[in-house]
């Protein structure tokens, strides 16, 4: 395109805010009306689906497919040997419409990663939205490209936000019908994943998952951020933990008849102090390195406990802004990144029991592999002392002794 308003910014690998006003109020004005289908539908859908939240039961998920990461071509070779190391299975990879050009090198990036389940994310561009013989031609490049590499495909990337290059949900639900039909014609084995709205912005997904169209969601996908209250714990508009904002989602796709109610989180982060230009937020709301492990770990024990929720991919390994690896002078793994790898030791190939809140005591118990219960336990603003625990590992698998208490820092106790 000429005279592209959408410019990607490295840094943050994402698109700048678009600057050119006179464009973006223009594109605004032309798909005015869909918001009118928007209102209409959460006049009805948005509060039945919070009253329906707790009476659509989960279904088990599976664990070894719960853990997952996002790599990125750009980021070098090293990331499979740093996969390989985390023990992680399950990794999601950007494929750019904008860089067609360029698509066997991703395909030959995502062959690196043997034995891992891949989720490939086709990225939007304008070009590809307005031309429609250009997307349908490219899309069949990719599908016939990663043929026996990967079966699942999340098309498109925070269609709520007009820099990501959609200005309407109906926009999307063209670009999503075009995929669709391809995927119907001759790659039925494939599943599609959307329609990718990042932040609790569920009107935009109501507006998606409740349209005409004659087009499916094989599952649903969400890119849930909650870094802008702090704890994953912490609520918005008075009551939406992270929790709630999984049952709420759930409840969505359990009501849709365009959609299964299967959930998957493809983004997830927070952003870390002192990493400018390379943080996607501003340094409000970014936490330190030590938090950030926390908040990292109880998002995924949250969603875990909820049951309803496939999988979520930590977005992502190798980013100086928020990722678990610090690129600025060579590579530098974070606290994080040890905390996730021991959370996968303990938890990848356990079986999930139960999850128990009490105030600000979370609690979720496990069996390993030889049968034996543990717990994963932690507060948020007080100190608990522990009792009647045989064995105790710190949140990067350090055993304690002594005197151990409770607190915003998760433990893992096995039962006496």
Known sequence: MENNPFVWDNHSDQPYILKDKEYKKRMRNKHKADWVSLIFKNLFLFPLGILLSRVFKPQKIEIKNFFAMSVNLDKGEKQKELIDELGCKNILIRVPLSDIQNLQDYVTFAKEFKGCKILINILQDREHIEDKVLLRTDIEKIFKSFKGISEEFQVGNAINRTKWGFFSVQEYLDF?????????????????????????????????????????????????????????????????????????????????????????????????????????????????????????????????????????????????????????????????????????????????????????????????????????????????????????????????????????????????
Request: neutral net charge.
């Open 176 to 416: 999503y019908l075009i995929v669709h039909n391809i995927k119907e014609e001759s790659f039925k084995e494939y599943k599609l994943l959307g329609p990718s709205v990042i932040d609790f912005e569920y009107h935009y997904a109501i507006r998606a998952l409740f349209s005409k169209m004659p087009v499916y969601f094989d599952k649903v996908a969400a890119l849930l951020y909650v870094d802008r209250r702090g704890a994953p714990e912490n609520t918005q508009m008075m009551t939406f933990d992270t929790t709630k904002k999984i049952d709420f989602l759930y409840s969505l796709a359990s009501l849709a008849k365009m959609s299964s109610n299967k959930l998957v989180i493809t983004e997830v982060n927070w952003p870390l102090s002192n990493t400018a230009p390379y943080a996607p937020t501003s340094e409000k709301e970014c936490v330190d390195e030590e938090t950030y492990a926390r908040y990292m770990l109880r998002y995924y024990l949250l969603a875990l406990g909820t049951q309803k929720v496939e999988t979520v991919y930590w977005h992502q390994l190798i980013a100086s802004g928020y990722g678990l690896i610090d690129a600025r002078k060579g590579l530098r793994k974070r606290p994080a990144f040890e905390v996730f790898k021991i959370m996968l030791q303990f938890l990848q190939e356990s079986t999930f029991c139960e999850y128990k809140k009490a105030g600000d005591l979370y609690i979720l118990q496990f069996k390993d592999k030889k049968d034996k219960k543990f717990d994963v336990l932690w507060t948020t603003g007080r100190e608990i002392p522990l009792e009647d625990a045989k064995e105790v590992y710190d949140m990067f698998g350090k055993k304690l002794s002594g005197d151990i208490s409770i607190s915003e820092s998760p433990i893992y106790a096995y039962s006496k």
